[in-house]
């Protein structure tokens, strides 16, 4: 008879996983620490998460870092590491002190974005004599959209230059030229002179982008180079306030300063915007970033190319939203246009015949949205061209027809603005005890004095204050309590609930709908 001795420790671990090495050692009574020397590593089959390793090779030699200097003697806004806190090329002072972002910063005790640079500019030697020197002012991100060397940035970058080197991913610096700015979208276009052929990028269709999809920020965050970091649109069509033409797309991708100018990528590698400004109370990130869209970038782009400006049509309105309750106190259906605050003197709304009070519903028959929608396609059409603009006047729609004007970029002629303050106090005139106000004659004779707003009145709740003068009420001019009486009772027998104040105070004018139908 053969003799069948003990299988091998090899012949016992054969297919063995770790799982199951507890029941081998109870069967063979071998010590747990030999069986420790063969187990093999735990491994977990799963699906991998998604890389955008792939994207980033691809799109990376064609992003760079853009470093700007200025002459010694030019006086700077911007820190040395650049800001991304910025509002379409106005500095964060220029907010008007109410601007919720700036009371953010008050209120939380956070890091102003963009103080002043406290680096002396120039030099002297021992006679006292000035020393010019070049300095750097900005450092921010950049990428080309052409082989021959055009590439884009923000103008809060590049505004205070007078020089630019543009630091390639390899780590190769280059010279770089302005070819042009427009501070009203806050892009810039730098042109680099070599004998070589760029990688480059293209704009995305950022219509089919949507909340929630994936994007990748490359750039330069706070000097060190080639960063990337990824997230998700958070949102569409963001209004922060830095001009008439805000439209922003919102992202969660950490931006930093530095990342000023820098692309956002869809998964294709093409961009869907500029990085152009963060909230944060600490002037880091804390997921909050807007990224200029790529249809806004492409069109304005091409103008910088072509003629290093971008020219655009000039109504000349100062106009503010239509709320639900000015569209009631006004008759209109929809709480939908432009209201006007005031046609500026000599524009070509002015003498087109648009005045206070009208609503602005469409431009050649396409319908205004709102207040921001009216000035962008007044600024698409273009100057020196003929519109046919809808208004709604007292309770009728008419059509006048307006000869646009030119607002060139970055020039000193300001055209059509929103009202900044929307929230703005209103007033009222004499004693109108329904409305909880209390008026007398002004100063001037022109419009009614508000003596008193009782506090817990919706005038009071809608932001009148004691001083404010009233001198429309739906659009007809009032001088007395009298006058003001009249406008209400008739526009109580046109069946309206609200009637549309106009109010000055020392930070302008605006329109506010009280109700009526009390009494």
Known sequence: MSKIGRPSLKTILKGTTVAGLAAVMLSTGIPAQVYESFAEPVTVNSPQVPSFADIVSAVSPAVVSVRVKSDATAASDDASNGFSFNFGGRGFDDLPDDHPLKRFFKEFGGQMPNGRNQDHAERGNRNGNRQHFMRPVAQGSGFFISEDGYLVTNNHVVADGSAYTVVMNDGTELDAKLVGKDSRTDLAVLKVDAKRKF??????????????????????????????????????????????????????????????????????GEVVGINTAIFSPSGGSVGIAFAIPASTAKDVVAELMKSGKVERGWLGVQIQPVTQDIAESLGLSEAKGALVVAPQDNSPGAKAGIKQGDVITAVNGDPIKDARDLAKKVAAIGPNKKIDVSIWRNGKAQSVEVTLGNLASDEANKGDTRQSQEQSQPSSEKALA??????????????????????????????????EKITSVNNQQVNTAADISKAIETARKDGRTRALFQVESQSGSRFLALPINQG
Request: aromatic letters at 6%; glycine letters at 16%; zero cysteines.
């Open 199 to 268: 990688q480059y990028v293209k704009f995305a269709d950022d219509s089919k982008i949507r909340v929630g999809d994936w994007v990748v920020a490359v750039g330069n965050p706070f000097g060190l180079g080639g960063t990337v970091t990824a997230g998700i649109v958070s949102a569409r069509g963001r209004d922060i306030g830095s001009g008439p033409y805000d439209d922003f797309i919102q992202i969660d991708a950490p931006v930093n300063r530095g990342n000023s100018g820098g692309p956002t990528f869809n998964q294709s």
């Open 434 to 467: 329904s409305l909880g106000i209390t008026v007398a004659p002004s100063d001037d004779g022109k419009g009614v004095s508000v003596t008193d707003v009782d506090p817990d009145s919706e005038a009071a709740a809608k932001g009148l204050r004691e001083g």
